[in-house]
């Protein structure tokens, strides 16, 4: 299911459940955001500063929770991701959320409210955070594809075929984010449901020999058996390693040679300023073919 889609005067909440950051982004995000003509709120702590944290967890699950319980605010944009939600997440409580579900924006750390928001049967966006926002043009597509999806228009994204990619078609729940964050929830409470989903990984600053070990625990684990369909995002900061024989995306073309499913490489998302939006928990239609790529959302 997807939460409402916004109308103007909606209100929209920045929190800081992850990492601190710099107020500035806050304001330019405000500001952007504004001017889509939403009412932009704010967490009491999203600028605070606790180490490498954005506030206690105390803090941190005081402004999240209260920003899942507000029935006044259709939809959240965390600030940053960086790291912080796994000391947190399991001490949430969505019951009001699902009364009155409301649209979860991030990307990175964020991959794991996505995830319990997937497990919960709601849709949420892997997209832009306060830093692009105020930094990216207001034409940029990141920017207008996020405001069109929050406003009820859905993409369809076509761009030229990657020579690696495996030809064919999918159909099936959009699920995913940053491979780490999402190696680290295997076998908890917010683990996904991998059964027939197009799955959406991309990662940064990661040793190939880490990525080969997560694809590794993705094929001996049956996850990539029942997968319909693949998306490979940017790999952002992750230095090829010439000792391991085999490029980063080698790497995961191997992990998944024995299956048939359709495989698109380079999608353009990711810790990359050009971070197309992704609708995780909603059925998508994947194809690929010898010349291009479309992502129907």
């Known amino acids: 299911m997807k939460p409402a889609f916004l109308n103007p005067n909606d209100q929209i909440r920045i929190i800081s459940p992850s990492g601190f950051i710099h107020p500035e982004f806050i304001d330019g995000a405000t500001k952007v ?30 402004d999240l929770q209260d ?41 990175s750390d964020v991959t794991i409210l996505h995830n319990a928001i997937t497990n919960l049967g709601f849709a949420s966006i892997h997209g832009i955070m306060a830093k692009h926002l105020t930094e990216l043009s207001g034409d940029a597509e990141p920017v207008i594809r996020l405001r069109e999806i929050l406003f009820g228009t859905m993409p369809t994204y076509t761009f ?27 076998g908890s409470q917010f683990d996904l449901d991998y059964s027939g989903a197009i799955l959406f990984i991309e990662d940064i600053a990661e040793n190939p020999y880490h990525i080969d070990r997560m694809m590794q625990n993705l094929r001996f684990s049956g996850v990539l058996a029942h997968l319909s369909g693949l998306i490979i995002g940017q790999f952002s900061d992750c230095d090829e390693d010439p000792l391991m024989m085999q490029t980063i995306s080698e790497i995961i073309l191997d992990a998944v040679s024995e299956y048939n499913f359709p495989v698109c490489f380079n999608f353009p998302a990711g810790h990359v300023d050009y971070n197309l939006p992704l609708i995780l928990g909603k059925n998508t239609q994947l194809e690929v073919t010898s010349k291009n790529v479309s992502l129907k959302l």
């Open 67 to 107: 920003a899942l319980n507000d029935s006044t605010v259709k939809a959240i944009i965390c600030s940053r991701g960086g790291y912080g939600i796994a000391q947190i997440i399991d001490k949430l409580d969505f019951t009001e959320f699902i009364k009155s579900p409301k649209w979860l924006i991030g990307f």
């Open 160 to 186: 030229p075929s990657h020579h690696q990619n495996k030809n064919g078609s999918a159909s099936g729940k959009l699920i995913g984010g940053n491979l780490s964050v999402l190696m680290a929830l295997r």
């Open 33 to 62: 955001l504004t001017n889509w003509g939403l009412q932009v709120t704010e967490g009491k702590f999203a600028r605070n500063e606790y180490g490498r944290f954005a506030g206690t967890r105390q803090q941190r699950i005081a």
